[in-house]
T-cell receptor
């Protein structure tokens, strides 16, 4: 798996958009960008994934740069319940390719 | 059920005893994964199943750890002669493995918290 680089931590204000960056400069053409989050004492929760096009679902938006070397996860209206560790992971879309978790970004949403 | 189900949710055991942790993957998911997360640490891959076979056991930390999967569904992770350093949350995950187009999203259970005293 290509390595990813994320900031260790970030704060954001409740009700505002949270923009979480991720660098994956060595990503291969067949690797997807996945985002998961882990709220304290819970299992990792899938958020969104994409290959090269921007993606949006009910939880978040994923913006991938044209060269695919970086991406941004956007939580449009952060709530206190979005406080969690957010993981950006790249992997080939095959079950044999397990998720390899790095340190993630510890996001604290403040009132 | 709708999601990955793990049991027990919490287990306290004495050092030296054996423990079994169970995982029920999402119905129809052929790929199954076990991870471990010690307190304050990152997620550590243990083993991957495709159907009943385990092509990747590279993360099992010692021969005290083993896992099996029967009928292509339920999996059991067994830890023999438990040690205090085995205390962690053990997470199970599954995916459909339907092909590249889907991205093969992996979904996690809530974990089994193991405390060895």
């Amino acid at each position: 798996d290509a390595k990813t680089t994320q900031p260790t931590s970030m704060d954001c204000a409740e009700g505002r958009a949270a923009n979480l960056p991720c660098n994956h400069s060595t990503i291969s053409g067949n690797e997807y960008v996945y985002w998961y989050r882990q709220i304290h004492s819970q299992g990792p929760q899938y958020i969104i994934h994409g290959l090269k096009n921007n993606e949006t679902n009910e939880m978040a938006s994923l913006i991938i740069t044209e060269d695919r070397k970086s991406s941004t996860l956007i939580l449009p209206h952060a709530t206190l319940r979005d406080t969690a560790v957010y993981y950006c992971i790249v992997r080939v879309a095959h079950s044999r390719d397990k998720l390899t978790f790095g340190g993630g970004t510890r996001v604290l949403v403040k009132p | 059920g709708a999601g990955v189900s793990q049991s027990p949710s919490n287990k306290v055991t004495e050092k030296g005893k054996d423990v079994e942790l169970r995982c029920d993957p999402i119905s129809g998911h052929t790929a199954l994964y076990w991870y471990r997360q010690s307190l304050g640490q990152g997620l550590e891959f243990l083993i991957y199943f495709q159907g009943n076979s385990a092509p990747d056991k590279s993360g099992l930390p010692s021969d005290r750890f083993s896992a099996e999967r029967t009928g292509g569904s339920v999996s059991t992770l067994t830890i023999q002669r438990t040690q205090q350093e085995d205390s962690a949350v053990y997470l199970c995950a599954s995916s459909l493995d339907s092909g590249a187009q889907s991205g093969n999203t992996i979904y996690f259970g809530e974990g089994s918290w193991l405390t060895v005293v």
